[in-house]
């Protein structure tokens, strides 16, 4: 059961106390990237990690579709990192920080901040575990080689993830057509195709290798269920949708990392950084408990 005094304590993911809260106990470790270097349109994404943080105190901790209450795994929520200008120094320090996570066995999630924090995160994953692939929820292909002058930018994120393990991207919906020429027909379920495929969760599993990093851009979701983000686009996939995407391959594969990047907080409407929150504590729930969710 979540705390009475949860409120006094709104730095650490769901509000959490001693010890399930502590560094040495945690099996997950969440770590805040607030960096908004990159990004075109609306600004704001630094302010991300805050509110998802926020929005988690609210949470009910025991999830009914697993019957767990996986914050007694322990789920430890590192300080903010204080994240230079410069995208490449940023991942730098994500990678550092990161890889440190991995190494005392933390399964990593990463709140962003913008999409481009995901390189440090993937390349720490890849160091750890080899054979991984990269299963982005997107409604952006993110294969820019390199934009605004910057092989880092968030518009590259996918580019850079691509020279180091394989990608299956899902929800796409807009792109450069220079985009077209990096991409892998075979590895790219488009918005529009997952909501005529007759069973897409099984075109993406089986793509996948067994240990899979999962990249969430919140922009994945339609704008009508999260408009809190920098570039929403229309006919985007729904909260279900997203829950059998991550039900399926937690059941299937091992999850060995996620992040959660690109919310653009509105500090009018607290729903959407409830639902980034939420997502993050489901999808845990999903991974611990996978022998529950067949
Ligand atoms: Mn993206």
Not at 84 to 94: C, F, H, S
Not at 145 to 151: A, D, H, M, R
Not at 235 to 246: C, P, R, S, V
Request: net charge negative; charged share 25%.
């Amino acid at each position: 059961m979540k705390s009475q005094n949860q409120l006094q304590n709104p730095g650490a993911f769901g509000a959490l106390e001693a010890p399930d809260c502590a560094y040495d106990r945690a099996k997950v470790a969440i770590l805040p990237i607030p960096y908004d270097g990159t990004s075109t349109w609306v600004k704001g994404a630094d302010k991300g990690p805050e509110a998802l943080l926020a929005a988690s105190g609210n949470m009910e901790l025991y999830d009914i579709e697993t019957d767990s209450e996986v914050y007694q795994k322990g789920i430890v929520t590192l300080n903010p990192l204080d994240c230079p200008a410069d995208p490449e120094e940023m991942v730098n320090i994500v990678q550092q920080t990161a890889e440190s996570m991995v190494r005392d066995d933390k399964l990593l999630v990463g709140i962003g901040g913008e999409h481009s924090v995901s390189t440090g995160l993937i390349r720490a994953a890849v160091k750890k575990y080899g054979n991984i692939s990269v299963l982005q929820l997107d409604a952006h292909a993110d294969l820019r080689n390199e934009y605004g002058g910057s092989l880092y930018n968030h518009a590259c994120v996918m580019a850079r993830a691509k020279e180091i393990c394989p990608i299956v991207q899902v929800g796409i919906r807009s792109m450069d057509s220079s985009e077209k020429e990096s991409l892998d027909p075979d590895r790219i379920l488009y918005a529009h195709q997952w909501f005529v495929h007759s069973n897409p969760v099984e075109w993406i599993i089986s793509r996948l290798t067994e240990k899979v990093y999962l990249t969430i851009d919140l922009d994945v979701f339609d704008p009508a269920v999260m408009p809190s983000t920098g570039t929403p686009e229309p006919g985007g996939l729904w909260w279900n949708d997203i829950m059998k995407i991550i039900r399926g391959v937690a059941s299937r594969k091992n999850i060995i990392g996620m992040d959660v990047v690109e919310l653009c907080p509105n500090p009018s409407d607290k729903a959407p950084d409830f639902l980034a929150a939420k997502l993050i504590y489901r999808s845990l729930s999903m991974i611990f408990a996978k022998e529950k969710v067949r």
